[in-house]
């Protein structure tokens, strides 16, 4: 259901914008013979619009830089005007679940690829410190290995044997702990806290 704008209103909408644009709106309307007959066509073509809408066209002058002509001040009226519209992006393939299609040939390399690494990890030792063993044997066959590597590798593979084999050991008694580093707070076989119990009781 229409209903009339009043003439006041659309007074006032006229009013407004030439306060908005000042010359640019006299400009815009300079060669219009009879502006009251503009005026009437306008009140016509904002019949359907709801008074919400109408303030919304209004508020929407203060962002448009340009004098609206009827349907130009119609779509600011409208909830989201067009040109204050988000443009639409088409969803990008790496945000959907869609997956690209494999070809063939890429079927085939990545059997390759996972052939080369299924047998390299066979072909690596599984103690993981083939570096430590590889480098004291190089230094027997005469490649230049200095003192301080030799040190790391040695020391590297105590702490794996320490680490890794305690479980194979037939007597199945822990490590012995390293010596015992001279401390202030250790007043001879006494450590802190070692007579909690006593006071508590």
Known sequence: ????????WIERLFSRMESIYGARFHDFWRNVEDLNKTKKIWREGLADMTDLDLRRGVAALFHTRSVPDLPAF????RPVPKQFETPMIPPHSCLTDQRPTITPEGIAQ???IKTIVADTFEQARPDGIEWARRLPANAKEGQAINAVQIEFAEDAIRRWEMT???AERDDD??????????SPHIYGDREPGSDDEELAS
Request: hydrophobic share 30%.
């Open 1 to 8: 259901m229409t209903r009339a704008v009043s003439e006041h």
């Open 110 to 112: 990545l059997a390759y």
């Open 74 to 77: 119609r779509e600011l009226c």
């Open 164 to 166: 890794h084999h305690q």
């Open 173 to 182: 008694q822990p490590d012995e702990l390293p010596p015992r580093v001279a």
